[in-house]
T-cell receptor, first 116, second 115 residues
Framework: GAVVSQHPSWVICKSGTSVKIECRSL??????MFWYRQFPKQSLMLMAT?????????EQGVEKDKFLINHASLTLSTLTVTSAHPEDSSFYIC????????????FGSGTRLTVV | AQSVSQHNHHVILSEAASLELGCNYS??????LFWYVQYPGQHLQLLLK??????LVKGIKGFEAEFIKSKFSFNLRKPSVQWSDTAEYFC?????????????FGSGTRLQVQP
């Protein structure tokens, strides 16, 4: 079945530094990637939607200059948390879709970011 | 905006007990509906999905869900749970006619099955 590889699985960084999270579709072409954030014991909150070769569409309240999303190819999307602060500590999950929603969604295993 | 409600936040059952987790959504148009499971330390896995047709959907691991349009509900059921079903369960909705492709998730239900 479809697999999405997300790296790193966890990362600790110092406040003020930037962190890049990669999300790769291994055996299919992901025309659309979704980035979610999950706080402890809460649901997944959509941060942004990106289509290959286009600028990402950010949800209301998500700072696009802080959370840089690149979707340069059909198999790779990256999320860069710039100038990270402790409040950015969270679990970030990517999800990839092949085409229309009838193809479903495949999720990465998530990245636990801790900013100290 | 669409929203998804999961009223059971934490459910504790004994093995072999029956399970029903509630999911209600607020959107009047056509929807795609999903149930995902997240085992500890693992990624979200699709249990089942409903796009159209028979409102009773069967998924993996003995789970099923019933779409009741009049009640805006998509409850998840399993007749007999196992210890290995201990996990977090998320209901999700995609509103087809909005053109919005992302999923909206419920807050999740933590299921704990005691041996």
């Amino acid at each position: 079945g479809a697999v999405v590889s997300q790296h790193p699985s966890w990362v600790i960084c110092k406040s003020g530094t930037s962190v890049k999270i990669e999300c790769r579709s291994l055996d299919f072409q992901a025309t659309t990637m979704f980035w979610y954030r999950q706080f402890p014991k809460q649901s997944l909150m959509l941060m942004a939607t990106s289509n290959e070769g286009s600028k990402a569409t950010y949800e209301q309240g998500v700072e696009k200059d802080k959370f840089l999303i690149n979707h340069a190819s059909l198999t790779l999307s990256t999320l860069t948390v710039t100038s990270a602060h402790p409040e950015d500590s969270s679990f970030y999950i990517c999800s990839a879709s092949q085409g229309n929603t009838n193809y479903g969604y495949t999720f990465g295993s998530g990245t636990r970011l801790t900013v100290v | 905006a669409q929203s998804v409600s999961q009223h059971n936040h934490h459910v504790i059952l004994s093995e072999a007990a029956s399970l029903e987790l509630g999911c209600n959504y607020s959107y009047g148009g056509t929807v795609n509906l999903f149930w995902y499971v997240q085992y500890p330390g693992q990624h979200l896995q699709l249990l089942l999905k409903y796009f159209s047709g028979d409102p009773l959907v069967k998924g993996i691991k003995g789970f099923e869900a019933e779409f009741i349009k009049s009640k805006f509900s998509f409850n998840l059921r399993k007749p007999s749970v196992q210890w290995s079903d201990t996990a977090e369960y998320f209901c999700a909705v995609n509103a087809k006619s909005t053109g919005r492709r992302a999923l909206t998730f419920g807050s999740g239900t933590r299921l704990q099955v005691q041996p």
